[in-house]
């Protein structure tokens, strides 16, 4: 298990416009983060990154894709989570064991995530403020980590008021869980060059969900 304290995990309980972001600074030391590059772009293989639109048709900056056995998708239909890859009509791939121990190890939640949203940012690509709220069940929280280049994070009560900002660097997990369940937020940017970890380079952000 390469998660760094695994047995006891220290989230920092992040001051935010509203309780249960819960951030674990450095959850992945580079090993590996290494480890788990390698695994994300093997599976991408099977399931190759693509650009989804908007309901209104628009492309997103960021490109997608899922591992599991639901994967988030968008397109004129709206959002929603379906079994196949929308381009290539074939299941999505088995998510990564090492991600299913950090979800044992960090949130606590005995559940098992069944979808694995995957979202690489390239060049100037960013993702507006939004809610995850296409899951059955928005009571199981999202487990979020990040590798390579950080990002500009912001994020504030479900509806209105004020945001805070802060950056997640690679290696970093946070979490969504109870009142911050339904916490709008969003990457503002993404700082070009801060890491070499992605081929390609960018940012790369894997998240668990329970969305079945
Ligand atoms: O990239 C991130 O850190 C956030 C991604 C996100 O909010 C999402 O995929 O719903
Ligand atoms: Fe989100």
């Known amino acids: 298990m390469s998660v760094r ?35 994300v772009f093997a599976r991408l ?6 650009r989804p639109t908007t309901p209104g048709g628009r492309p ?17 239909g709206g959002y929603r989570y379906q079994s ?12 990564p064991t ?11 939640w005995t559940t098992p995530p069944d979808a694995c949203l995957v979202n690489l940012y390239r060049d100037a690509a960013k993702m507006g403020l939004h809610q995850d709220k296409d899951e059955a069940d928005l009571g199981a929280p ?19 008021g004020r945001t805070t900002t802060l950056r997640l660097d690679s290696g970093d997990v946070c979490a969504l869980t109870g009142p ?3 916490a709008r937020h969003g990457v503002d940017r993404v700082l070009a060059g801060s ?18």
């Open 45 to 50: 293989d099977d399931a190759p990154l693509y």
């Open 180 to 182: 911050a369940r339904l």
């Open 60 to 76: 997103f900056s960021v490109q997608m894709s899922n591992f599991g056995t639901l994967g988030w998708v968008s397109d004129r």
């Open 5 to 39: 304290s695994a047995n006891t995990p220290t989230p920092v309980e992040v001051k935010t416009a509203v309780e249960g972001f819960r951030l674990w600074p450095g959850a992945l030391d580079a090993a590996a983060q290494g480890d788990l590059v390698a695994e």
């Open 98 to 108: 090492m991600l299913l121990d950090l979800w044992d190890a960090t949130v606590g």
């Open 195 to 212: 890491s070499r970890l992605i081929p390609g380079d960018g940012r790369l952000n894997l998240t668990l969900r329970c969305a079945g």
């Open 84 to 95: 196949t890859h929308p381009e290539t009509g074939r299941p999505w791939p088995a998510i």
């Open 142 to 160: 999202v487990l979020s980590v990040s590798l390579g280049d950080t990002a500009t994070f912001r994020i504030g009560a479900a509806e209105g």
